[in-house]
DNA sequence: AACTTGACCAACCGCCAACAC
DNA sequence: TGTGTTGGCGGTTGGTCAAGT
């Protein structure tokens, strides 16, 4: 599953790492701590180039780290960190304790990545019209009063109820976040549609609906109840 | 049994920003 | 201010394994 040790022209060894390297690593940052990475193959007696070093460590022999599958609490939080940052892994790997950049980048392009696909292809092209409809209607939305743009809008819909608590927002209600929690809306309502995102069933609850509340209004959203609350909503709002 | 294919993931590569001098 | 160094990041590669033919 790795690459064969090979040493290079300049005598520096790539590829899989030994149980003696990492030995030698381990015992070097334990005594001198992570840094000055240029210097550790020098010190720590390896023929490998520092930068080698510092990913070894980071990835695979620091403390703390998780190996093994994923919860779906962890695969949920992905999915909307992914959302929020694109393929900003250091940031989604940061809220994941114990994970990676590299492992959470290698898990979404191995698995996440086609779930995703998957369900966005099938909503779009069974919704792709009234996708577009709503789109418009958003856009006219925006030039309108922002307080009344906010009270009449629809709420924000949630991939799973596991992970409301997950969703930020800035302190400004600037143009910037507008744009984002609509497309946020329309994105989640796609995916949401047909089914839950990952395992958990979901519940609409109009009590949460308040996009802008003081903490973000997050509104849950159930496949059984869409049918009736998307046209109610979309007819409310727009009709 | 031999071969092919795809999934998985550790490791590498190249770029960039921050920093020191 | 310019240049070199370093660390960090995201994209990609390559080897292994398992399933399928």
């Known amino acids: 599953m790795v690459r064969a040790p090979v040493v290079d022209k300049d005598g520096v060894k790539r590829g899989a790492w030994s149980l003696e390297e990492d030995g030698k690593l381990r015992a070097y940052v334990e005594k001198y701590g ?8 020098r010190l720590a007696g390896l023929m490998r180039c520092g930068k080698s070093c510092r990913l070894r460590w980071l990835n695979y022999l620091r403390p703390g780290l998780k190996r093994g599958n994923y919860t779906n609490e962890e695969n949920d939080l992905i999915y909307k960190l992914h959302q929020k940052h694109g393929n900003r892994w250091s940031r989604i790997a940061a809220k994941l304790p114990g994970r ?15 779930q995703v696909e ?20 958003v856009y006219e939305a925006k030039t309108e009063d922002f307080t009344e743009y906010c009270s009449t809008t629809f709420g924000i819909v949630e991939s799973s109820c596991l992970s409301q608590q997950t969703s930020s927002c800035d302190d400004n209600f600037g143009t910037e976040l507008i744009w984002e929690v609509e497309d946020y809306n329309i994105n989640q309502l796609q995916i949401g549609y047909y089914e839950d ?31 009736t609350t998307y046209d109610h909503n979309y007819c409310d709002l727009f009709g």
């Open 100 to 114: 990676t950049d590299n492992e959470v980048k290698n898990h979404w392009n191995a698995h996440l990545k086609k």
């Open 34 to 41: 992570p840094c000055k990475w240029r210097e550790v193959p």
């Open 118 to 137: 998957s369900k966005a292809e099938s909503s779009s092209s069974k919704h792709e019209g009234k996708q577009k409809e709503l789109r418009s209607h």
């Open 197 to 227: 995102f990952w395992t958990e069933p979901c519940v609409w609850d109009h009590s949460q609906t308040n996009v802008f509340s003081e903490d973000y209004g997050i509104g849950i959203f159930s496949p059984q109840q869409y049918e």
